[in-house]
């Protein structure tokens, strides 16, 4: 009988060590996803990306619903080989504020609200769907969306809301403003798998990317709100109207102090 109380004793003091052995495991978590996504953040400060968590989605995508002759366009350039042009347009048209904020423009988002509460109570009267309703993400915030992360529905958009976040902290800490601005522009979607200033220069125009003039640049910004419904190639009314908006927003901002330097 006392081996048995022995061995039960024995068994009661291993019981809490396991224990404590998974919840150390469990606490190290938060630290070993930190350190790898600060990291992931540092390495691609340095290191061009091969490709974006949102070309790879794309692709697997395709696989999934049968499409073997799907092909993702993606040459990476340097932001000194693009036409200054080309990011001037995409911080006129996205984020104007993009030199001074830290990744979160507050300001646009209480504008973006009260536009978008303006627009639902307008469909409400008329028995309408809502339309033209305002986005505030910042370049910051799209490039974290693009490279690391996913689209997202339901309940996984909201956690991909809260590493959006995260992973714009990061950006800001870790890498300049030129870096953010050079890494959107090539991994933007300007066409149905068409990724980058590159690709859809030679994809719509015949031409590299550096010999962008202003009006096609802003043709290609035109059409990243919706770049599968949109072509820059074939520009229609609203590609039309609104690349004529971003021209005049140019010119308005001009280069210096706006497109920041590597």
């Given at each position: 009988m006392s081996g048995d109380r022995k061995r039960a004793r024995q068994a009661g003091r291993r019981e809490p060590s396991r224990a404590r052995r998974w919840l150390r495991r469990l606490l190290w978590l938060p630290v070993l996803f930190v350190g790898a996504t600060v990291l992931q953040v540092l390495v691609l400060r340095f290191v061009d990306p091969p490709f974006s968590a949102f070309m790879a989605e794309r692709q697997l995508a395709a696989w999934v619903e049968g499409d073997w002759d799907y092909r993702t366009a993606y040459d990476w350039r340097d932001l000194g080989a693009m036409a200054p042009s080309l990011p001037l347009a995409l911080v006129a048209a996205e984020d104007q504020r993009f030199p001074v904020h830290h990744g979160f423009d507050f300001e646009a988002i209480r504008q973006a609200q009260v536009h978008n509460e303006r627009m639902q109570a307008r469909a409400e009267r008329r028995n309408q769907p809502v339309r033209h309703l305002r986005g505030a993400s910042t370049i910051s915030q799209q490039t974290a969306k693009n490279l690391f992360l996913w689209q997202g529905e339901g309940a996984s958009r909201w956690l991909r809301k809260g590493l959006e976040a995260w992973y714009t902290v990061l950006m800001e800490a870790f890498w300049p403003?030129?870096?953010?601005?050079?890494?959107?522009?090539n991994i933007a979607e300007f066409g149905?798998?068409?990724?980058?200033?590159?690709?859809?220069?030679?994809?719509?125009?015949?031409?590299?990317?550096?010999q962008l003039t202003p009006a096609e640049s802003a043709s290609l910004a035109a059409v990243l709100p919706s770049p599968r419904r949109y072509s820059a190639g074939r520009p229609g009314?609203?590609?039309?109207r609104r690349s004529g908006g971003i021209q005049r927003q140019m010119r308005h901002l001009g280069r210096d102090g706006v497109v920041p330097q590597r």
């Open positions: 403003k030129a870096r953010i601005l050079e890494v959107y522009a149905d798998g068409i990724y980058g200033a590159q690709a859809a220069s030679r994809s719509y125009f015949g031409k590299d990317a550096v009314p609203y590609v039309e």
